[in-house]
């Protein structure tokens, strides 16, 4: 009887000797929390502007409640669907073509035995990953368009007639966008990869070597399996994020002949929130992409565990 009456005095002497040792580690979340809980979760009170009248003004508790009639106006607005469409469909190449570029890179690059060539080859890969959208686009321009470099050489060197539509027809500028994209994440993302093979163990690798397994098969069967966590982490942030865009980079890409795949939803909330001052319809078509996204994390979450990964939470 004296040894369980004393079970929950030694459980507070535990704890009360456990903050003694960690309260410092504690005292120093205090600010990062408030910085989050200041800057991130006190505004989030604004978003009630979406089921609200438009009125900066008086303070939004005061302000008219209008219902969902900010999202029947989305529904109703031909470029709100435009804007999902193109939001969708740059979000699955993406996903289609530039997840999977860094991975294949990084088993590429773990496959190369010149020290000095991986890091050279390395360096110059992430170093697009510095440039900004704004210089991306000035490439694209000088080096795609109707006088660019590389049409000047199709013309002038391999007989092509008219200058090939890389940043003028809508379909093609998706393809290049596409391929910027890639070519400026491709070495930084890369990175991260390589960073998990150097956790792969060893003696897996010599096991396979003792088995005659060649380099294609190591790849598949100890390499792959090794970061498929980081992968499926990577790949359900990717997912969480399908219906949100970069805007710096469709803007300054875009020009009047593609206008119509250059709209992607940040552009779309940009353009009517920002420049034309309807941020309750603004903020009701951000709240829309911020559920679906939730959404798509949470699915893809659950499929990762129900497939035997970990996930993400």
Same mark, same amino acid.
């Given at each position: 009887? %004296?040894?369980?009456?004393?079970? *929950?005095?030694?459980?507070?002497?535990?704890?009360?000797?456990?903050?003694?040792?960690?309260?410092?580690?504690?005292?120093? +979340?205090?600010?990062?929390?408030?910085?989050?809980?200041?800057?991130?979760? =006190?505004?989030? %009170?604004?978003?009630?502007?979406?089921?609200?009248?438009?009125?900066?003004?008086?303070?939004?508790?005061?302000?008219?409640?209008?219902?969902?009639?900010?999202?029947?106006?989305?529904?109703?607005?031909?470029?709100?669907?435009?804007? !999902?469409?193109?939001?969708? =469909?740059?979000?699955?190449?993406?996903?289609?073509?530039?997840?999977?570029?860094?991975?294949?890179?990084?088993?590429?690059?773990?496959?190369?035995?010149?020290?000095?060539?991986?890091?050279?080859?390395?360096?110059?890969?992430? =170093? *697009?990953?510095?440039?900004?959208?704004?210089?991306?686009?000035?490439?694209?321009?000088?080096?795609?368009?109707?006088?660019?470099?590389?049409?000047?050489?199709?013309?002038?060197?391999?007989? +092509?007639? @008219?200058?090939?539509?890389?940043?003028?027809?809508?379909?093609?500028?998706?393809?290049?966008?596409?391929?910027?994209? !890639?070519?400026?994440?491709?070495?930084?993302?890369?990175?991260?990869?390589?960073?998990?093979?150097?956790?792969?163990?060893?003696?897996?690798?010599?096991?396979?070597?003792?088995?005659? @397994?060649?380099?294609?098969?190591?790849?598949?069967?100890?390499?792959?399996?090794?970061?498929? *966590?980081?992968?499926?982490?990577?790949?359900?942030?990717?997912?969480?994020?399908? =219906?949100?865009?970069?805007?710096?980079?469709?803007?300054?890409?875009?020009?009047?002949? %593609?206008?119509?795949?250059?709209? !992607?939803?940040?552009?779309? !909330?940009?353009?009517?929130?920002?420049?034309?001052?309807?941020?309750?319809?603004?903020?009701?078509?951000?709240?829309?992409?911020?559920?679906?996204?939730?959404?798509?994390?949470?699915?893809?979450?659950?499929?990762?565990?129900?497939?035997?990964?970990?996930? +993400?939470?």
């Amino acid at each position: 009887m %004296v040894k369980t009456k004393d079970r *929950p005095r030694t459980r507070i002497s535990n704890w009360k000797s456990y903050w003694i040792r960690h309260w410092a580690l504690y005292a120093m +979340l205090i600010l990062p929390i408030a910085f989050f809980f200041i800057f991130s979760y =006190m505004p989030m %009170v604004n978003i009630l502007i979406a089921f609200k009248r438009n009125n900066i003004i008086a303070p939004i508790m005061e302000v008219p409640w209008v219902g969902l009639d900010n999202f029947r106006w989305a529904f109703e607005n031909v470029q709100f669907f435009q804007a !999902v469409r193109n939001t969708l =469909m740059f979000s699955a190449l993406d996903l289609i073509v530039g997840f999977p570029a860094p991975i294949i890179l990084a088993l590429l690059l773990n496959e190369v035995k010149f020290k000095k060539f991986k890091k050279v080859t390395q360096t110059i890969s992430y =170093m *697009p990953f510095f440039l900004s959208w704004v210089i991306v686009g000035g490439l694209s321009i000088r080096l795609l368009g109707p006088s660019g470099s590389v049409n000047n050489i199709l013309m002038n060197w391999f007989g +092509l007639e @008219a200058p090939f539509p890389f940043i003028t027809s809508g379909y093609h500028w998706v393809g290049t966008n596409v391929l910027f994209a !890639v070519w400026r994440g491709l070495g930084w993302n890369t990175i991260i990869y390589l960073a998990a093979i150097t956790g792969v163990n060893t003696e897996l690798y010599e096991a396979a070597d003792m088995d005659g @397994a060649t380099r294609l098969r190591k790849m598949w069967h100890v390499t792959l399996p090794g970061i498929r *966590p980081v992968i499926v982490i990577l790949f359900i942030l990717t997912i969480g994020q399908i =219906m949100g865009a970069d805007m710096a980079r469709y803007l300054a890409m875009e020009n009047l002949l %593609v206008r119509d795949f250059s709209l !992607v939803l940040p552009i779309f !909330v940009f353009r009517w929130g920002i420049q034309g001052m309807q941020y309750h319809r603004a903020a009701a078509v951000g709240l829309m992409a911020s559920i679906i996204n939730l959404a798509f994390l949470f699915g893809a979450n659950m499929l990762a565990r129900k497939l035997g990964g970990r996930g +993400l939470f």
